[in-house]
Structures are given as C-alpha cells and as structure tokens.
C-alpha cells in the first residue's frame, strides 16, 4: 500500500508539471520569479518531446510502482499511459502538442505585454 500510495503521488506531481508546462506562463504574469522556471521546464518538455529523453518523473513512478508489485507504465511512458488515447485521441497527439505550444506563446507575449505596461507606466 504504502508504495503505491508514493508511485501515485509521482503520477500527480507529473501531472502538475505537465499543467505548469502548459500554463506556467500565465502565472508568471502574477508571480515573476516564475518564469525562469518555466523556460526550465519548457526546455525539459522540448528535449523529452523532440529528442526523447526520458522524464526522470517516469522513471520515479515506475520504480515504485514496482515496489508496491504493480506493472510499470506502458513503454511510451507518462504521456502515453495517462493522456494519449484517455485525454484526447491518439491521431490528435501533435495538434494537441501545437496547443500546448501556442499556450506558452500567447503567455510569454501576454508577458511583454504586461512589463511594457508597467515600464510605461513607471515612466509616467
């Protein structure tokens, strides 16, 4: 029980930061600070996506799924498991990630805006 209880605690942290990929960038209209940690997690985003690079979080989640005796993610890992073809269909996986992208372009312009504004008022 105990470990099952861990490997889905990873599961819902991946799921936070697959939420603060998506929109990490809107909160960073509040929260300044954020946004070097969003370009962070974009980049990490971007090389597991592009390259293939293995989300450490999956591996987290695997190891202790393991542990409390269940199986371990199917072999797309996370994303493939939790979202592709339970969220959305599987033939909508790039439109999906192109949304996702043009979130965190809307929220990064939506940023400039807003500093603009404010160093124009400043000046004011």
């Given at each position: 029980m105990g470990?099952?209880?861990v490997a889905d605690t990873v599961m819902l942290v991946?799921?936070?930061f697959?939420?603060?990929v998506a929109l990490g960038g809107f909160l960073a209209w509040r929260?300044?600070?954020l946004f070097p940690l969003h370009v962070a997690a974009i980049?990490?985003?971007a090389l597991s996506?592009?390259?293939?690079?293995a989300c450490p979080l999956t591996y987290l989640e695997n190891h202790f799924r393991e542990l409390a005796g269940r199986s371990p993610l199917e072999s797309?890992?996370?994303i493939e498991t939790y979202l592709t073809g339970v969220i959305y269909p599987q033939e909508h996986l790039r439109t999906v990630q192109a949304l996702v992208a043009m979130l965190i372009v809307v929220s990064w312009a939506g940023l400039v805006v807003l500093r603009s504004r404010r160093a124009?008022?400043?000046r004011s």
């Open positions: 470990w099952s209880w991946h799921f936070g697959l939420l603060f929260y300044r600070a980049g990490w985003a996506v592009f390259v293939g690079i797309g890992g996370f124009a008022q400043s």
